[in-house]
């Protein structure tokens, strides 16, 4: 079946303007992650959405993101007022029951969006 | 916070060579997976990891968990210009039943010399 699918690939702004970023998850998917990857830097993790319950955002480094899960299912991350730091690739990644009950799932990842804030 | 550690950040090796990545983390992990990233893609699963000294194979990759769960290590035996990528653990800080997210470590950039 199709994987996780991000759009859009590529997205170039100019500071100050708002973005925002589309994550279709594997169809069943219950868990949804948002992470941020600079470049040559490891993963950082944002946003973490598992079925209905209340999004863990722990991860989000300032109040100008935000996302959402319509349906359980597409994500979209929003980020207002872009910064030349927010410049990354944002990864999207989704698992069939996620973490809990103490059994971790295998994440999927979307190809990713590439961002530049000008 | 937890956090895990990648050693070394970039590896140079001839092909032919072995390579070895190691992962450690400040507090014990309930377990360990290894992603590989090829140069402008996303990251792949790899293996997972949850016994204590657990070790697994995959072809040439051999994969371990340390005993006290807090560092793992991949080996690559006999590289081949295909292993080029960033090689990434990440694990799962072991609350005793509930868990944080999954923090990755920066990577190992492997770069293969044909």
């Known amino acids: 079946g199709a994987g996780v699918s991000q759009s859009p690939s590529n997205k170039v702004t100019e500071k100050g303007k708002d973005v925002e970023l589309r994550c279709d998850p594997i169809?069943?998917?219950?868990?949804l992650y948002w992470y941020r990857q600079s470049l040559g830097q490891g993963l950082e993790f944002l946003i973490y959405?598992?079925?209905?319950?209340?999004?863990?955002k722990s991860g989000l480094p300032s109040d100008r993101f935000s996302a959402e899960r319509t349906g359980g299912s597409v994500s979209t991350l929003t980020i207002q007022r872009t910064q030349q730091e927010d410049s990354a690739v944002y990864l999207c990644?989704?698992?069939?029951?996620?973490?809990?009950?103490?059994?971790?799932?295998?994440?999927?990842f979307g190809p990713g969006t590439r961002l530049l804030v000008l | 916070g937890q956090q895990v550690m990648q050693i070394p950040q970039y590896q140079h090796v001839q092909e032919g060579e072995d390579f070895t990545t190691y992962c450690n983390s400040s507090?014990?992990?309930?377990?360990i997976q290894w992603y590989k990233q090829r140069p402008g893609g996303h990251p792949v699963f790899l293996i997972q990891?949850?016994?204590?000294?657990e070790v697994k194979k995959q072809k040439r990759l051999t994969f371990q968990f340390g005993e006290a769960k807090k560092n793992s290590s991949l080996h690559i035996t006999a590289t081949q210009t295909t292993d080029v990528g960033t090689y990434f653990c990440a694990g799962y800080e072991n609350y005793g039943g509930s868990q944080g997210n999954l923090i990755f470590g920066k990577g190992t950039k492997l770069s293969v010399k044909p």
């Open positions: 990644a989704s698992s069939l029951r996620g973490a809990g009950g103490g059994f971790q799932e295998t994440q999927y």
């Open positions: 990891l949850v016994k204590s000294g």
């Open positions: 507090t014990t992990l309930s377990n």
């Open positions: 169809s069943g998917h219950t868990a």
């Open positions: 959405f598992q079925g209905n319950s209340a999004p863990d």
